[in-house]
């Protein structure tokens, strides 16, 4: 009798184990697929910000051209062409107007953002994105790996007989990107 109340014991110690590890390995799944939401979620949040500077500095930069071009042409215009080395007082009024102008917005630029430069912002973005998405992939794997040991513990002798009975927990499918398993000739026979 003894004998089977020992039995019985270590084999209720067992189950609970088993049932506790299959718990312990769902939860693990459901925190990698946090993980990759949080990932997700800072790219949703961050891109709009990035693109949205990219636009301004981009706008910044031709607006300094505009200004230099028009600059110029208010450079060319100050010679009266009808009679040869009078300058033309309304063209250098603009010319000098739009200097000014044109220098007060360097100025402060430059003493705002000494390295502004449309195509770094643009390097930076880029930089910034490719982090973001290495993040997004980095959290992908670790939701997979956690997946799949998720499926080995409960398809393993005894937790697959725990399993039927208590929590019931179900094989969560791995992540899976069929466009980029396109390009693949190879396939794995599984």
């Known amino acids: 009798m003894e004998v089977i109340i020992v039995i019985a014991a270590a084999l209720l ?4 184990i088993s049932y506790n590890r ?8 459901e925190q990698g697929w946090a993980g990759v ?5 800072q790219i949703l ?21 505009e200004r230099l071009t028009r600059m110029r042409e208010n450079l060319d215009g100050l010679f009266n062409r009808s ?21 007060r917005g360097l100025r ?7 390295e502004l430069q449309a195509s770094e912002v643009v390097r930076g973005y880029m930089r910034e994105l490719s982090e973001l998405e290495d993040n997004l992939a980095a959290a992908l794997r670790i939701f997979n790996a956690q997946v799949a040991s998720f499926n080995s513990r409960i ?20 992540f899976f990107d069929n466009e980029a398993s396109a390009s693949f000739e190879y396939r794995p026979n599984l």
């Open 108 to 114: 402060f630029t430059v003493e705002n953002y000494p």
């Open 37 to 41: 939401l949080v990932q997700e979620r």
């Open 13 to 16: 110690f067992g189950a609970i």
């Open 22 to 29: 299959i718990m312990y390995a769902f939860n693990r799944v």
């Open 155 to 174: 398809d393993a002798f005894p937790n697959n007989m725990v399993n039927t009975i208590a929590p019931r927990k179900q094989r969560i499918q791995v």
């Open 45 to 65: 949040r961050t891109l709009p910000a990035l693109l949205e500077q990219v636009k301004d500095y981009q706008e910044y930069e031709q607006e300094t051209q």
């Open 83 to 103: 009679v040869p080395n009078e300058i033309d007082s309304a063209a250098l009024q603009d010319a000098q107007r739009e200097g000014a102008e044109l220098m």
